[in-house]
């Protein structure tokens, strides 16, 4: 734990397992680290990426969040991203065309345990170029995505990922919402 932390304040690239699919990520707020995610999935810098947090409290931090919201990641069964407007402290360089971010509040241990060493929101996005396939498990992650990156997580390298991504929602803070991914 001690060398991917030291690894992404260090502004490097991990390749991790999340709660859903394997991942590449970087400390959220490093400008620099968020555009080497770029290179690695020669992906367009128009498309953003979705981070992750630890605890609602840092969720709070980030994010006015709706009720709505609230109510979605109580009764949503699997990962859900949540896609909010005027996230604060983060970088344009993370942020959709409009402005928004999306974002999921992890509840698997690892991934809690490592965003709160961090102390701060960790990028994700899925371990593959883009529009390939995202990699259900850790031997269907390109050698070339593989070899990019600065730390390759040991944990869960054989398992298999139960879900191919998470459940995407965009709430505003009018209470309207919108199904993205389901």
């Not at 409290?57 to 006015?64: E, N, P, T, Y």
């Not at 709706?66 to 407007?85: F, G, Q, R």
């Not at 961090?118 to 269907?140: I, W």
């Amino acid at each position: 734990m001690e060398q991917i932390i030291q690894t992404l304040k260090s502004g490097g690239t991990i390749l991790y397992p999340t709660d859903t699919i394997w991942g590449i990520g970087c400390d959220a707020t490093n400008i620099d680290a968020i555009e080497k995610i770029f290179e690695i999935k020669k992906r367009e810098k128009t498309k953003s990426m979705i981070i992750l947090v630890e605890s609602e409290k840092r969720l709070q931090d980030l994010v006015d969040v709706p009720e709505m919201a609230w109510e979605i990641m109580d009764l949503s069964e699997k990962p859900v991203t949540i896609i909010y407007d005027h996230p604060k402290g983060l970088p344009k360089e993370l942020l959709a065309e409009d402005g928004s971010i999306g974002i999921r509040l992890v509840k698997n241990d690892f991934l809690k345990k490592l965003i709160s060493k961090l102390n701060q929101p960790l990028v994700s996005t899925s371990a593959n170029f883009s529009g390939e396939k995202s990699p259900m498990k850790f031997s269907d992650i390109s050698h070339e995505i593989v070899d990019s990156v600065d730390f390759v997580v040991e944990e869960n390298q054989d398992k298999v990922s139960e879900y191919s991504g998470s459940s995407i929602i965009r709430v505003w803070s009018d209470g309207r919402i919108k199904v993205i991914r389901e």
